[in-house]
Every structure is written in structure tokens, then in C-alpha cells.
């Protein structure tokens, strides 16, 4: 699918972000450091994309002003054509629900006092998405099986789980609200390879199933172009090259791409784990059902 479609789920035109500035209680005002300069970005219904760039490039800043999470101080981002750029906070809420992230750290994301049954419940209630516990219990299962976690999870809480198992959670916390889009943030970096593999061919098939739009952001270039129809490639907060991922992987156009290429290995991840049913591809290891000892 092109990003470029109508069908544009989300959308930022000239997007810029600052951070800091402002008026201290005393001294003059300051002026704030432009981390975004004028960023396009468009995602499509049930399109994966990828944000890639050096560290400090501005990639996590672009997820989090198309999510709302910072500041925009030019440029608008829309969601499915409604502008949302300087929606205040009673008009973001019911928008919160379609628009989820999965965090690099669910330890630092999932509330270490509560447990899994908690942690997945509560988002639901609040969103109004089950309209009891009762409701809400049968849909947490529901989805468990759906990321292969047994239901013996939801009585501990995340420090009992492993890695992969917490990453998991985060997916299912975010795939129960049913959103529209998912901010992926360097999800898999502190996985080893094959729960790595696990992880992404989970994340794969449900935004497949679910028709997500998937924001992707990460500094392996192997998983973005295993999992990403298309990629951006960011460079001191701007945008300096774009297009489908064997496009720009294969024959890129900026040197900077080419650098950023030369400099990080390709690949740790086989895509073909990821895409079960191309021509070349060799057979998936299937998702294991877990039992919780
Ligand atoms: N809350 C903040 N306050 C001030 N500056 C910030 C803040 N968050 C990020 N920055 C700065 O904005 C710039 C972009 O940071 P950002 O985290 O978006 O980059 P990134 O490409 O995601 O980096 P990394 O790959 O290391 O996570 C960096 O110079 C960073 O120091």
C-alpha cells in the first residue's frame, strides 16, 4: 500500500517540535532547542512503517507528536482527516484509545504493583471497550491466546514474566483497546534474536489481522525492513529520504542512508520467519504456547 493514498490514517505536514523554552520565573525568555524541522509523515490503514536514524535523530519526538504526546509547535498531524494538533485534553480522550503505543521497556511501562489481570483490565474499563469485569476478563483471555500466553499470567505481575512474555503483554495491552495505530519504540532491542523473531512475527500477523497502522521505530535495519512496507529515514530532526524498504534499502538515494547502512549490520532477524507464504520462504517456527510452571 502506498502512504501516499487517500486512505492516509495518519498524517503530519510540516511538523516541528521544541523543547524547553519559555519564560522562567526570572530572566529573559528562552528560546527552547527545534528537535523537528518540518517533518512529512503519512501512514496508511494496515500500513507498517518504519522510522530509522542515528541516535538523536528525532525519531522517538516524531512517534510521540503523531501520537500527541509532545508538544507540536508548527506543522499539523491529522488523524483520518481530522486535524488534531491543538486538540486540548477532553477532546484528545476518546481519540487516546486509537492511538497506542508499545513501550522499549514494559518494566518501565507495566505498573510493577499490579498484576497482569490489572494492567490489562483497567485500559479497558476506562476506554469503555468492556463494559464489566466479567466482559473484560473474557477478552484478556481472549487475547492472550491470541500472543500464546497462558492465563496463569494474569494473577502474577510483571517481574515474574520474562522479557518476551512482558513485551507480549504491552502488545496485548495495546491490541485490546482495538486501536487504529500502534507506535512500536525500539520494542525488541533488549530481546535476544529468537524472541525477537517471536515478538515481531506476533506484532506482524495481528496488525495484518486487525488492519493497523504501524509506526516502527528502531536501529535495526533488518527487523524495520522485515517487518516495514515503507521506511523513513531521519537525520538531525528531518527527514532525508523515504519510500518502500527494497527501494531505499536497496538502491539508496541519500548518502546518509548509504552510511547508515554501511554502519549496522544487516541482518540478525530472518525475514522469512516474518512472511510465512512467499515463494523463498522456509518455515516459521510456530508462536509456542507458554505454560506457566
Ligand atoms: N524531553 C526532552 N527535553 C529536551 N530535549 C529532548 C527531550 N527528549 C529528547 N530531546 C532531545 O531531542 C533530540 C531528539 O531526541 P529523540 O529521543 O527524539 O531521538 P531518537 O532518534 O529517538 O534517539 P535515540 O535513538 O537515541 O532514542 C535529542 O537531541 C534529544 O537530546
Not at 96 to 125: C, K, T, V, W, Y
Not at 219 to 248: K, N, T, W
Request: charged share 25%; with cysteine; aromatic share 4%.
Amino acid at each position: 500500500m502506498s502512504g501516499t493514498e487517500a486512505t492516509a490514517l495518519v498524517e503530519a505536514r510540516g511538523v516541528e517540535v521544541t523543547y524547553g523554552g519559555g519564560r522562567p520565573l526570572f530572566g529573559p525568555k528562552q528560546p527552547g532547542i527545534r528537535v523537528l524541522h518540518g517533518v512529512n509523515v503519512t501512514i496508511g490503514r494496515g500500513e507498517t512503517v518504519g522510522i530509522v536514524g542515528e541516535s538523536g535523530s528525532g525519531k522517538t519526538t516524531l512517534g510521540r507528536a503523531l501520537l500527541r504526546l509532545v508538544p507540536v509547535s508548527a506543522g499539523t498531524i491529522r488523524l483520518d482527516g481530522r486535524d488534531i494538533t491543538r486538540l486540548g485534553g477532553a477532546e484528545m480522550r476518546p481519540l487516546r484509545r486509537r492511538m497506542q503505543m508499545i513501550f522499549q521497556d514494559p518494566m518501565a511501562s507495566l505498573n510493577p504493583r499490579h498484576s497482569i489481570r490489572r494492567i490489562l483490565g483497567e485500559p479497558l474499563l476506562l476506554h469503555g471497550v468492556a463494559g464489566n469485569r466479567r466482559e473484560a476478563e473474557v477478552q484478556i483471555r481472549a487475547m492472550l491466546n491470541r500472543v500464546s500466553l497462558p492465563a496463569a499470567v494474569l494473577d502474577r505481575s510483571p517481574h515474574e514474566l520474562s522479557g518476551g512474555q512482558r513485551q507480549r503483554v504491552g502488545i496485548a495491552r495495546a491490541a485490546l483497546l482495538r486501536p487504529d495505530f500502534v507506535l512500536a519504540d525500539e520494542i525488541v532491542s533488549g530481546l535476544d534474536v529468537s524472541t525477537q523473531a517471536l515478538v515481531l512475527r506476533l506484532l506482524k500477523e495481528l496488525s495484518r489481522d486487525m488492519g493497523l497502522a504501524m509506526a516502527f521505530i528502531s536501529h535495526d535495519l533488518s527487523v524495520i525492513r522485515a517487518i516495514c512496507d515503507r521506511v523513513y529515514v531521519m537525520r538531525f530532526g528531518e527527514v532525508v529520504e523515504e519510500g518502500p524498504c527494497a527501494q531505499v534499502f536497496d538502491h539508496p538515494q541519500s548518502d546518509y542512508t548509504r552510511l547508515l547502512l554501511d554502519a549496522i549490520p544487516l541482518p540478525e532477524v530472518d525475514p522469512h520467519w516474518l512472511f510465512p507464504g512467499t515463494a523463498d520462504a522456509v518455515a516459521p517456527p510456530p508462536v509456542p504456547k507458554e505454560t506457566c510452571a
